[in-house]
């Protein structure tokens, strides 16, 4: 069960990552979703380097799981270490997930800390 739905996701992300691609002016904001934690990079596809991460463990370690306001503070996290790096403009890379829920949360975060999409 979980590879189809795991093999639906890597199809959307193929058709995607088509459309969207990093460079250092504008970098690439990635979004990854596990059980237990959300990550997110700012990353640069030409080349080839994560120019800032983030993810919930590192910004609530108490929690166990990522819920929605963990994700929102991942998002300004991601926003903060950025706009230190004079980033201010990225393009969302929702990874193959959904735009709802954490994923959703993570990007408004991240335009509350002050990245633009």
Same mark, same amino acid.
């Given at each position: 069960?979980?590879?189809? #739905? ?8 193929? #058709? &995607? !990552?088509?459309? &969207?691609?990093? @460079? %250092?002016? +504008?970098? !690439? +904001?990635?979004?990854?979703? %596990? ?8 990353? *640069? *596809?030409?080349?080839? &380097? @994560? =120019?800032? %991460? ?7 370690? *108490?929690? /166990? %799981? ?21 980033? /201010? /403009? $990225? ?11 954490? $994923? /959703?949360? +993570?990007?408004?975060?991240? #335009?509350?800390?002050? +990245? =633009?999409?």
């Amino acid at each position: 069960m979980s590879s189809i #739905r795991e093999n639906r996701r890597l199809k959307i992300k193929k #058709r &995607v !990552r088509r459309k &969207v691609t990093g @460079t %250092s002016a +504008l970098p !690439r +904001l990635s979004v990854f979703r %596990s059980n237990s934690a959300i990550y997110a990079q700012l990353i *640069d *596809d030409e080349k080839g &380097v @994560t =120019l800032v %991460s983030s993810c919930s463990k590192e910004v609530a370690s *108490d929690k /166990k %799981s990522a819920n929605l306001e963990v994700s929102k503070a991942v998002g300004k996290k991601v926003a903060e270490k950025a706009l230190e790096k004079g980033i /201010k /403009k $990225v393009v969302f890379d929702r990874n193959g997930y959904l735009y709802h829920g954490k $994923v /959703k949360a +993570l990007a408004e975060g991240g #335009r509350e800390g002050g +990245l =633009l999409f």
